[in-house]
């Protein structure tokens, strides 16, 4: 089966922080991921696809107790080294058996977990996504659409099988409308009570 992380040329560990550091020193907002997901006023988070850390960074500093999870060691390599007080697990988001210890208020899955996954594997990341989370907790996602690629309408029939219901989406982290086609998605689902 085909692994689109793997095959990507994403960089990895300190070079892919080095792309967001030159972005805030720029003065761009970095951390519009964390900030909608703390707008939802969440107590446990789970930051799955973690990569470096960043996002799980950023909403341990706003006060959330965060666990970090990712399948790619030398990401946690990195997120390990910024930050060794966070919990940082190396798992695979697709597997049935992993476990993170816990649920969680809310699970964020940022920079284009869901494309990143195994093609065909969305709907277990989905359903693990939905297991981990508390009765009425938000699976928090946002990704890059692509013409033939996963996209909301399969997004949001893997989430109903999940017993996870549309909450809100839009094109942007800082919540601009969505319209389809549309480029980019950020996604709120509920878990049913």
């Not at 909608?36 to 799980?56: E, H, K, N, Q």
């Not at 699970?107 to 977990?113: D, F």
Request: glycine content about 12%; charged content about 25%; hydrophobic content about 40%.
């Amino acid at each position: 089966m085909p692994d689109p992380w793997q095959e990507s040329d994403v960089p990895r560990g300190a070079a892919y922080d080095r792309r967001f550091d030159e972005l805030a020193s720029a003065g761009v907002d970095v951390h519009g991921e964390a900030a909608l997901v703390d707008s939802y006023g969440p107590g446990p988070v789970l930051d799955a696809g973690c990569g470096t850390g960043r996002v799980a960074m950023e909403l341990s500093r706003r006060g959330h107790v965060v666990v970090g999870v990712d399948v790619d060691p030398a990401m946690l390599d990195a997120a390990r080294a910024k930050a060794p007080g966070l919990s940082w697990v190396e798992g695979d988001l697709t597997d049935p058996d992993f476990d993170p210890g816990r649920t969680f208020d809310t699970v964020v899955m940022a920079g284009n977990v869901l494309i990143f996954v195994p093609p065909g594997t969305e709907g277990r990341a989905i359903a693990n996504a939905a297991r981990w989370l508390v009765p009425g907790g938000r699976l928090v996602t946002g990704y890059s659409i692509r013409p033939g690629g996963f996209g909301p309408p399969a997004h949001d029939a893997l989430a109903a099988r999940s017993g996870l219901a549309l909450e809100d989406r839009w094109s942007t982290w800082d919540r601009r409308p969505f319209a389809p086609p549309g480029r980019y998605a950020v996604s709120v689902h509920r878990r049913e009570a």
